[in-house]
């Protein structure tokens, strides 16, 4: 089984930063995306971030929401991806989670909390 572990998460006030890193171990064939989901209270888990990997390279996506405030990376010898978050807003308060593809099968973090304060 494919165990993805977080860290990094915390609490920090508007406008500063923090950083999340996420490392998969297990029986890793291919990983073909990494990312970052997160859920703030009473709405839904959304996509943060993401990299996917194809025969063709890499592509990158973020939230409309954190375009130039977040920069994702990715280490794919490693199968870690970590998520530089800069300008954080109230509106970024939420658990976020790592999350991993490998063909038919998709693998969640356990969770790392996010707040922001004003």
């Known amino acids: 089984q494919v165990q993805l572990v977080e860290s990094g998460g915390g609490s920090v006030k508007v406008g500063g930063s923090l950083r999340l890193s996420c490392g998969a171990s297990g029986p890793i064939v291919s990983l073909v995306a990494m990312g970052w989901y997160r859920q703030a209270p009473g709405k839904e888990r959304e996509l943060v971030a993401v990299?996917?990997?194809?025969?063709?390279?890499?592509?990158?996506n973020y939230a409309d929401s954190v375009k130039g405030r977040f920069t994702i990376s990715r280490d794919n010898a490693k199968n870690t991806v970590v998520l530089q978050m800069n300008s954080l807003e109230p509106e970024d308060t939420a658990v976020y989670y790592c999350n991993a593809v490998e063909f038919t099968r998709e693998y969640w973090g356990q969770g790392t909390q996010v707040t922001v304060s004003g």
């Open positions: 990299v996917i990997n194809s025969g063709f390279g890499s592509k990158t």
